[in-house]
């Protein structure tokens, strides 16, 4: 049932106007953050002030848009259909011919992101673009949903497969295709690799790493952020390299650490755009000390 409900509200924002949906989707933000819990809050507000040493009441205007934009984001993505259509007047891309260059010789690439902006419309919009781009995923719990947001992905060019499926993402990645990973969110400490982040130990994923070296393919990071024609400019940056010194350890934490440094030099120019209410150091607050993280609680 739920599907059929999310086809209907789909077609209903797609026979809108864009300035209406934008509209609405503010309204349905700005309710998402009253309702989101007092704790969950704390921590994003507490987050905001520790990455970017601002002060209680900016940290707090952060954190809320960083919540707000969550709502515009969601009628983006029922209107798939619409947008699918008129790409150039929701996304401009810059830098694509970087991202094709490193195509050219067939090897495929990796292509780094994070939680900013809307992500989901940045990999629709690379595929879109013509790149063959496989988008990593997270399985939704609601099969219903996991159906209905697959869809639409697909439905704008994009291969999807599911985390677990990493076989499958090599022999795409062996096939010249370029396999989209998100790179701003804590994992289990088992594979994750402790970094520095916003000056902070933080446990980071070291997949696009790891995974570019085993096939000697470049890693290019790229973000959107939401620009002043009321739409959104995808930026895609210079090919990051693997050394391969014989030491996969080191070689791993040295690019992964690269990445994040890229990421964190984004979100820190774009603050509001960031996913905040994500508990970024929750698996490894216990291990360091207070002064690390006083700005946490």
Known sequence: MLYYVLQAISAL???MP??????????????????????????????????LGV????????????TVRFGPMLFEVLRFPVIK???????????LEKLQQSLSDGQGAILATAHTDNWELFGGAL??????????????????ADRFINEYRTMIGMHITYKTGVRE????????????????????????????????????????????RFRNVPIIPAFMHQDER??????????????????KREDIRRTT??????????????PEEWFWLHDRWKSVREDFSESDYRHYE
């Open 13 to 15: 924002a797609c026979a």
């Open 18 to 51: 864009r300035s209406l949906c934008d509209f609405l989707g503010r309204v349905l933000g700005n309710f998402a953050w009253l309702v989101v819990p007092s704790k969950r809050k704390k921590m994003a507000v507490g987050q905001v002030k520790m990455c």
């Open 55 to 66: 002060d209680e009441a900016e940290a707090v205007r952060i954190a809320k848009a960083s």
């Open 85 to 95: 259509k008129h790409a150039a007047d929701y996304v401009r891309i810059e830098g």
């Open 127 to 144: 595929a879109m673009a013509g790149i063959p781009l496989v988008g990593v995923a997270m399985k939704q719990k609601n099969s219903a």
């Open 169 to 212: 993402m090599f022999a795409m990645l062996q096939k010249g295709w370029v396999i989209g990973l998100i790179m701003d969110q804590d994992t289990n400490r088992h594979d994750g690799v402790v970094l520095n982040f916003f000056g902070r130990p933080t446990n980071c994923t070291p997949g696009a790493a790891s995974m570019a």
């Open 230 to 247: 009321g739409g959104h400019t995808l930026v895609v940056h210079d090919p990051i390299y693997v050394d391969n010194t014989g030491d």
């Open 257 to 270: 650490q690269v990445i994040n440094d890229v990421i964190e030099a984004h979100v820190r120019k774009y």
